[in-house]
Nanobody
Framework: QWEVVESGGGLILPGGSLTLSCQVS????????IAWFRQVPGLEREAVSC????????WYGESMKGRSTATRDVGRNTADLLLNSLKPEDTGVYYC????????????????????WGPGTQVTVSS
């Protein structure tokens, strides 16, 4: 079995940038996709990005499209999510998840498709 742990959250000023990291420990199939979701207070968990095998396919959700960049290092079993132009409404808990899911070209992804989740990392955007 494998585990997922996020890091990199914190307090950031509006307009700032932050890089979140996801470490997958233990054996995990490299064909697994790695996704980022976020839980903003008062809203359902929403998908931010999905990066596929070897980082070849990347999908972004509407919530942070154009303000986020997902990358993956298969050799180190890590994935990063760069968040730019952060707004107070981006405040929430960001989760990394992995699973036997093929990242979409169109459409979206759902949390239930991913079988391994990290505990989440808090991102607070505030002045």
């Amino acid at each position: 079995q494998w585990e997922v742990v996020e890091s990199g959250g914190g307090l950031i000023l509006p307009g700032g940038s932050l890089t979140l990291s996801c470490q997958v420990s233990g054996y995990s199939p490299d064909f697994y996709s790695i996704a980022w979701f976020r839980q903003v207070p008062g809203l359902e968990r929403e998908a931010v990005s999905c990066i596929g095998r070897f980082g070849g396919r990347v999908w972004y959700g509407e919530s942070m499209k154009g303000r986020s960049t997902a990358t993956r290092d298969v050799g180190r079993n890590t994935a990063d999510l760069l968040l730019n132009s952060l707004k107070p409404e981006d405040t929430g808990v960001y989760y990394c998840a992995t699973g036997p899911v093929r990242c979409p070209i169109t459409g979206g992804i759902v949390p239930g498709a991913f079988d391994t989740w990290g505990p989440g990392t808090q991102v607070t955007v505030s002045s």
